[in-house]
Antibody, heavy 120, light 107 residues
Framework: QVQLQESGPRLVKPWETLSLTCTVS??????????WGWIRQPPGQGLEWLAD???????YYNPSLKSRLTISIDTSKSQFSLTLTSVIATDTAVYYC????????????WGQGTLVTVSS | DIQMTQSPSSLSGSEGDRVTITCRSS??????LNWYQHKLGKAPKLLIY???TLQSGVPPRFSGSGYGTDFTLTISSLQPEDSAIYYC?????????FGQGTKVEIK
């Protein structure tokens, strides 16, 4: 079945840009039935949806972070990516990528997650 | 944003117990409610979508119900492997939002 794997730096300095990539395997990223998204979980806190993108590049952002977020997709590599600019300590979190199923809009499956720490 | 409120925040049960988790949305979301199980260090796992549809491969001891603003996740016979944090998520409107989680422990 389809699998997702996050990759990217584990440590980012304050005010710099966090960049993560999710690689999709054992399935097609180019389907109108799916969107591709990012969700994060700060230590000891709940889950926060960040952004979604369709295979054609239509994007959806959480308004609370929209000014700092960019999501993009590269269908030729079966990858989608997230950048978060001007990070601060509260952006420290486990970042998950996930597939969102259109219509009912649930997330399945999820990647294992990657802990990104913002620290100098 | 639609606020999702789960209760209780934690619960403890014995093997074989029936346990119920409640999720309430701040707005009417019809059946656009999903449940996830999250074990430490692992990827969250979809259990139920559209309030009551069991995801393929999920044991039938898990069930969901509800409509509108009030939803429940029930584990009919608690098993040791059910120790996890459970989250609800509304998928009615952007931004998608999650409950704060319910930690389930086995006595």
């Amino acid at each position: 079945q389809v699998q997702l794997q996050e990759s990217g730096p584990r440590l980012v300095k304050p005010w710099e840009t966090l960049s993560l990539t999710c690689t999709v395997s054992n399935g097609s990223i180019s389907s109108s039935s799916y969107f591709w998204g990012w969700i994060r979980q700060p230590p000891g806190q709940g889950l926060e949806w960040l952004a979604d993108i369709s295979f054609s590049g239509t994007t959806y952002y959480n308004p609370s972070l929209k000014s700092r977020l960019t999501i993009s997709i590269d269908t030729s590599k079966s990858q989608f990516s997230l950048t978060l600019t001007s990070v601060i300590a509260t952006d420290t979190a486990v970042y998950y990528c996930a597939r969102r199923i259109a219509n009912w809009n649930y997330f399945d499956p999820w990647g294992q997650g990657t802990l990104v720490t913002v620290s100098s | 944003d639609i606020q999702m409120t789960q209760s209780p925040s934690s619960l403890s049960g014995s093997e074989g117990d029936r346990v119920t988790i409640t999720c309430r949305s701040s707005q009417h979301i019809t059946r656009y409610l999903n449940w996830y199980q999250h074990k430490l260090g692992k990827a969250p796992k979809l259990l139920i979508y559209s309030a009551s549809t069991l995801q393929s491969g999920v044991p039938p001891r898990f069930s969901g119900s509800g409509y509108g603003t009030d939803f429940t996740l029930t584990i009919s016979s608690l098993q040791p492997e059910d120790s996890a944090i459970y989250y609800c998520q509304q998928s009615y409107n952007f931004p998608w939002t999650f409950g704060q989680g319910t930690k389930v422990e086995i006595k």
